[in-house]
């Protein structure tokens, strides 16, 4: 049985989630429907443009992405101490560019004063639109809903779009957030529907290249910070350089199927992981059969279970492809 959401976010275990999106029917989300002739590949830029509108609304950064042709994948980063600095009017500032809220807000927004009798109501709003606003399960149902009916308008057609709910697992650790990032950004390669990550469409990894070529980083991607995590602490505690050139070799060894091709520098950052050759390219091929609930090490999942009150026996054998023994 599908479990509540609640009990799969715990915050207080890791702010980082993967998530992914399935189309139910036949339809295709993106790309050439071989059935009808149709190619549906405009809608990868309706995903990637929501995606960042999104972003910049709620307090959660996307670390990666992946838009295919009948799924999409999304690492998502909640920013808690973000939605908790915002001022009453900020909340509402946020949460008014997506929806109308009611008179008493609209009203408070504006500047306009609110009666006495009012300010409960209005706090208890307040309250409500700020935890919507670094919650992962509002985040997606505003990616997803409006790419569905969008969708089903131009399908002339109407009915679910996705399957019933996202699928979301938690990533208990930094191992397991640069495994699924380099997952979800070698999606294209190992679908081969592109031949390197620079030439992989509407994905993360793509965004990242053309904007280290230009010794920038993506404004709208969570940035990769190395170990200053004293003066940017929210960001991914690893060089770009040594991201991209990590991604960049386990892609060529995906198109080759050449072992013993990681370079050096990559090697030294599997060292740094405590992560074998073999089982890296194993986790970044198979991480969607490996792993059906959280990632992580053993301890990080007993952790997160008990927090969340679950059987850890569940999850604990994926475990195994973490470490070296």
Not at 74 to 103: C, I, M, P, Y
């Amino acid at each position: 049985m599908p479990r509540p959401r609640r009990t799969q976010i715990s915050v207080e275990d890791t702010p980082y989630y993967h998530c992914c999106s399935r189309v139910v029917r036949r339809a295709f989300l993106c790309g050439d429907d071989a059935y009808s002739g149709k190619n549906y590949d405009h809608r990868r830029a309706w995903v990637e443009l929501l995606l960042f509108e999104l972003e910049a609304v709620f307090a959660i950064d996307v670390a990666a992405f992946a838009v295919m042709s009948n799924h999409l994948h999304v690492v998502l980063r909640v920013d808690v101490d973000s939605a908790n600095r915002w001022t009453d009017r900020e909340v509402l500032e946020q949460w008014h560019k997506l929806f109308k809220g009611d008179e008493l807000t609209q009203k408070f927004a504006k500047g306009e004063l609110v009666e006495a009798h009012e300010v409960h109501r209005l706090k208890h709003s307040i309250a409500i639109y700020r935890s919507r606003l670094c919650d992962i399960s509002w985040f997606m149902r505003c990616l997803n809903e409006p790419i569905a009916r969008q969708a089903n308008q131009e399908d002339n057609c109407t009915g679910r779009f996705w399957e019933g709910r996202f699928k979301s697992q938690a990533l208990l650790d930094e191992t397991a957030v640069l495994a699924c990032m380099t997952y979800v950004d070698l999606n294209p390669i190992r679908a081969q529907l592109a031949d390197t990550p620079e030439q992989s469409d509407h994905t993360s990894i793509q965004l990242r290249i053309r904007a280290a070529l230009k010794g920038e980083q993506p404004k709208n991607l969570l940035p990769f910070i190395g170990n200053e995590r004293d003066n940017q602490p929210n960001g991914i505690a690893f060089l770009l350089s040594d991201y991209l050139e990590l991604v960049d070799d386990t892609g060529r060894i995906i198109r080759s199927d050449k072992r013993g091709a990681i370079s050096v520098n990559s090697a030294k950052l599997l060292a740094r992981l405590n992560i074998p050759h073999d089982n890296w390219l194993k986790l970044t091929t198979e991480f969607g059969k490996l792993f059906h609930g959280p990632v992580g090490t053993l301890q990080a999942l007993t952790d997160y279970c008990e927090h969340l009150e679950k059987r850890r026996r569940h999850f604990a054998a994926s475990c195994q492809h973490f470490h070296s023994n």
